[in-house]
């Protein structure tokens, strides 16, 4: 099991950046692919971006490709989101998730371990 901690999250304006931040403890980080989700009022959690453990490999929701990067740092057990030109539809509260399967996947019910989550709100 691997313990995570989101930061980052805040108020940024419309087409404006922000970095997100998910801190990893307990299992040695580079044996999990980590995914970055989100979930707005009323809506369904859904996924935004994916990343395997060398970070060689990355996915990308339609909605965020573009403008959000996911990257990794594994000497420092930490999975980032840069999301930059953020629409008013990316608010949301963020949740990073690991997984320990051999392959990528979009779905989050494969995750095993999630993070408390990091609230963005972008104003216009």
């Known amino acids: 099991q691997v313990q995570l901690v989101e930061s980052g999250g805040g108020v940024v304006q419309t087409g404006g950046s922000l970095r997100l931040s998910c801190a990893a403890s307990?299992?040695?980080?580079?044996?999990?692919?980590m995914g970055w989700f989100r979930q707005a009022p009323g809506k369904e959690r859904e996924f935004v971006a994916a990343?395997?453990?060398?970070?060689?490999?990355?996915y990308y929701a339609d909605s965020v490709q573009g403008r959000f990067t996911i990257s990794r740092e594994n000497a420092v057990s930490t999975v980032y989101l840069q999301m930059n030109s953020v629409k008013s539809e990316d608010t949301a509260v963020y949740y990073c998730?690991?997984?320990?399967?051999?392959?990528?996947?979009?779905?989050?019910?494969?995750?095993?371990?999630w993070g408390q989550g990091t609230q963005v709100t972008v104003s216009s």
């Open positions: 307990g299992r040695p980080f580079s044996t999990y692919n």
């Open positions: 998730a690991a997984d320990t399967a051999w392959y990528l996947t979009r779905r989050g019910s494969e995750y095993d371990d």
């Open positions: 990343i395997t453990r060398s970070g060689g490999i990355t």
